[in-house]
């Protein structure tokens, strides 16, 4: 994992995440205007007609967004998602790139591509981050 602009906080963060590690979904790069992440397909990613899940693709966008929003140190949780599904694939992996759109004071508005080995769109979204105040654990 490249971790150009990486704070502390948000690598150790993604070193404990269970969801992603779940969904088989790995780190590439992070960084404030940019971040990629892969995921495997193993036969728990594939949908019942033997393709990669939509909730995998879906996923993959949400987690890249929301790498890229908290990439500034603040926390985010995700506001509004719009996705298209283009394409599909059987095999190989899956990759996700976000690239910042506009970062306002509450608000991140990141655009991402779902791609194939092959760099072909599977999935376009734009994903709206909210900024929160997450309170301490006790």
Same mark, same amino acid.
């Given at each position: 994992?490249?971790?150009?602009?990486?704070?502390?906080?948000?690598?150790?963060?993604?070193? #404990?995440?269970?969801? $992603?590690?779940?969904?088989? @979904?790995?780190?590439?790069? /992070?960084?404030?205007?940019?971040?990629r992440?892969?995921?495997?397909?193993?036969?728990?990613? $594939?949908?019942?007609?033997g @393709?990669?899940? =939509?909730?995998?693709?879906?996923?993959?966008?949400?987690?890249?967004? =929301? @790498?890229? &929003?908290?990439?500034?140190?603040?926390?985010?949780?995700?506001?509004? &998602?719009?996705?298209?599904?283009?394409?599909? /694939?059987r095999?190989?992996s899956?990759? &996700?790139?976000?690239?910042?759109? #506009?970062? =306002?004071?509450?608000?991140?508005?990141?655009? /991402?591509?779902i791609l194939?080995? =092959?760099?072909?769109?599977? &999935?376009?979204?734009?994903?709206?981050? $909210?900024?929160v105040? /997450?309170?301490?654990?006790?």
């Amino acid at each position: 994992m490249k971790n150009d602009d990486l704070s502390n906080d948000l690598s150790e963060f993604l070193r #404990k995440d269970p969801f $992603m590690e779940y969904n088989h @979904i790995q780190v590439d790069v /992070v960084g404030t205007q940019c971040t990629r992440l892969h995921a495997d397909l193993v036969p728990e990613s $594939m949908n019942p007609h033997g @393709i990669s899940h =939509g909730g995998l693709l879906y996923t993959l966008a949400d987690c890249a967004a =929301g @790498i890229t &929003a908290r990439a500034d140190g603040r926390d985010y949780v995700t506001q509004n &998602a719009s996705m298209n599904f283009l394409r599909n /694939v059987r095999s190989g992996s899956v990759f &996700a790139k976000s690239t910042l759109l #506009k970062r =306002g004071r509450r608000v991140v508005v990141v655009h /991402v591509e779902i791609l194939d080995q =092959g760099g072909t769109l599977l &999935a376009d979204a734009v994903v709206n981050m $909210m900024q929160v105040t /997450v309170p301490p654990e006790k």
